[in-house]
């Protein structure tokens, strides 16, 4: 597929001219992705190297799982006591065994 190529400026926020002599990095997105957030982009108002920006550093560093994801974990844990099951670790290598890959 076809990839859209976009840059985005890495600089210091702390300078007041954050594009000076700054390097320029450029991501290489499929086309599906880069339509995604290009209208998310216009839809919000906000351009597309901030979100780029925002969305790596939630998926660097943002560890803890806001309240949609805890309310999931909670389910899925909930769903696991009332129906059984087994832990994720059991099942990969019973999995691994059945297919030999063990």
């Known amino acids: 597929m076809p990839n859209q190529k976009f840059t985005i400026f890495l600089s210091?926020?702390?300078?007041?001219?954050?594009?000076?002599?700054?390097?320029?990095?450029?991501?290489?997105l499929d086309d599906r992705?880069?339509?995604?957030?290009q209208?998310?982009?216009?839809a919000s108002g906000r351009p597309i190297n901030e979100l780029a920006a925002e969305a790596i550093e939630?998926?660097?560093?943002?560890?803890?799982p806001d309240?949609?994801?805890?309310?999931?974990?909670?389910?899925a844990e909930r769903e696991y006591q009332e129906k059984?099951?087994?832990e994720a670790g059991e099942f990969f290598?019973?999995?691994r065994k059945e297919r030999g890959w063990e």
């Open 33 to 37: 992705l880069y339509s995604a957030l």
């Open 84 to 86: 059984g099951g087994m």
């Open 58 to 64: 939630s998926w660097l560093f943002d560890d803890e």
């Open 12 to 28: 210091n926020q702390a300078s007041n001219e954050p594009y000076k002599d700054t390097p320029m990095k450029t991501l290489a």
């Open 93 to 95: 290598r019973a999995l």
């Open 39 to 42: 209208e998310y982009a216009d």
């Open 67 to 75: 309240e949609a994801e805890l309310v999931e974990i909670e389910a």
